[in-house]
């Protein structure tokens, strides 16, 4: 590893604003495409930031970078909804409440009209495009101008953006409730005690996406900078995961594609106070722990034969986050606290020497934002329990981050157990999407005297989006 690098690094870590002016600095010149858009790619591309916005809006507004940001909107106006969201011709669903969070965060912050008309716009096309009845289907085809009728789960990203914008959007809680009450009646009828990642009551379709979609799901949503282009792109190991997804059937994810819906349920049991609500996901995560969780470590994929797989990092600190805020919003449950404890600590014995954690058990890379996210489950559980202790490791976790990840041209994604980088592939090596969730842990250190229970609008900050 480069000594002078090292060096540089601990000796500004401490200096959290400087490193929040530096990330911003790199937004406004390296990550800037030709149209003057921020890229969604390193080295900049067509394709913006906007898909995923709310992963950096509310972080640049806490630094007071309004204008930055409504600048930003005001180039965005001359492209339409499908030309921001579109893949191939494809809109998916779950990819969009990302771009709606971040407009409404820019809107309610500054009361630009530019960010209202293209967030009113973008709500209009989510109606048109893939709400029917009851229902959100989970795939908008622009060239045929069709919504194709499956369900992705993960999509509850969409409701529980609308349950965050209600005060300004009323008539969106009809939506919401009468979707949430499909979706979770779908579970019922057919005996998932999770959500499952795809659904259509359609037989044909349903075999038509074990296939097609599978396929499209590891070319379009694999994470790219995981592994090397050359190894990905490699036939024979496309095959197996096309293998994996078919003979797997509907699988259920625990991250996103379960998680998601969980946190929307939690969200309207508070508006509503349904018990019905409180119910569901009381057995949602009694389901988890005794299916996904084995010698106290959270798995991330059930598959329909009940094998268990994946242990990547981000599995184990959503679902503690969801125990968390249970206890905090809906109901104290020690066995939950208790739960929440034991995964944790789990996880920690597998920190290494330098201070971050792996992807996976026994795994030799650690990404960025799984540990930064799990640092902010620290903080989290310190702030329901009031014990410090969790706070100061979670202060420990963010300073490993600022130290072993930084380079001169922003913070890479990917380390190696010796601090080396791994540059993964021939983009986003310094990707601007974790350069900007970064901004989170800046601000979980500014601000962790605070505790994020007392004070909604920290909770809402820390959100994983």
């Known amino acids: 590893m480069d000594l002078v690098r090292k060096k540089h690094a601990r000796m500004n870590y401490l200096d959290y604003r400087a490193t929040a002016s530096f990330i911003i600095g790199m937004f406004k010149t390296v990550f800037i495409n030709s149209d003057g858009l921020i890229s969604r790619i ?102 045929k101008r069709k919504t194709v009728r499956h369900t992705y789960f993960w999509s509850a990203g969409i409701l529980e953006t609308f349950l965050e914008m209600l005060d300004d959007y009323q008539y969106l809680s009809h939506t919401v409730k009468s979707i949430c009450d499909h979706w979770i009646e779908i579970s019922d009828s057919k005996c998932y005690t999770l959500f499952p990642f795809r659904y259509t009551e359609n037989r ?110 981000t599995h184990t600190f959503i679902f503690a986050d969801i125990l968390i805020d249970f206890c905090a919003f809906i109901e104290e449950n020690q066995s939950y606290i208790d739960l929440t404890r034991i995964i944790l600590m789990k996880r920690l014995k597998t920190m290494w020497q330098i ?29 329901l329990t009031g014990e410090k202790k969790w706070k100061s490791i979670s202060l420990q976790l963010i300073h490993s981050i600022l130290t072993h990840y930084r380079s001169d041209n922003g913070f890479y994604s990917l380390v190696n157990i010796h601090g080396d980088f791994v540059a993964a592939g021939k983009v986003n090596a310094v990707d601007p999407k974790y350069n900007g969730l970064l901004l989170k842990g800046i601000i979980n250190a500014i601000t962790l005297e605070d505790n994020m229970y007392e004070n909604l609008y920290l909770h809402d900050l820390f959100k994983d989006r």
Do not use: C
């Not at 990302?98 to 960010?115: F, M, P, R």
């Not at 996976?360 to 559980?381: K, M, P, Q, V």
């Open 42 to 143: 390193n080295p900049p591309s067509n394709r913006t930031i906007f898909d995923n916005f709310d992963d950096i809006a509310p972080f640049f507004l806490f630094f007071d970078e309004e204008k930055f940001l409504i600048d930003q909107i005001k180039l965005l106006k001359n492209k339409s909804f499908e030309e921001i969201l579109s893949e191939n011709n494809l809109i998916y669903s779950y990819k969009i409440d990302e771009y709606l969070g971040g407009l409404y965060a820019v809107w309610k912050k500054t009361g630009d009209q530019t960010a209202k008309d293209i967030l009113d716009d973008g709500i209009d096309k989510v109606r048109e495009y893939f709400i029917f009845e009851n229902d959100l289907f989970g795939v908008y085809d622009i060239y």
């Open 204 to 313: 044909f379709l349903g075999l038509v996406n074990k296939i097609s979609a599978g396929v499209g799901f590891y070319r379009g949503h694999q994470p790219q900078s995981y592994k090397p282009n050359s190894s990905f792109n490699n036939s024979l190991l496309r095959f197996k995961m096309f293998l994996f997804y078919v003979s797997s059937g509907q699988f259920s994810q625990l991250m996103k594609a379960n998680s998601t819906f969980i946190f929307t349920i939690m969200k309207l049991f508070q508006i509503t106070n349904d018990l019905k609500y409180k119910a569901t996901v009381d057995f949602w995560i009694v389901s988890v722990a005794n299916k996904m969780i084995k010698n106290n470590v959270v798995f991330g994929i059930l598959l329909s034969n009940g094998t268990i797989k994946n242990t990547d990092l």
């Open 355 to 383: 201070g971050l954690l792996p992807m996976e058990i026994g795994g030799t890379i650690a990404h960025i934002d799984s540990n930064l996210d799990f640092s902010i489950t620290l903080r989290r559980y310190g702030d």
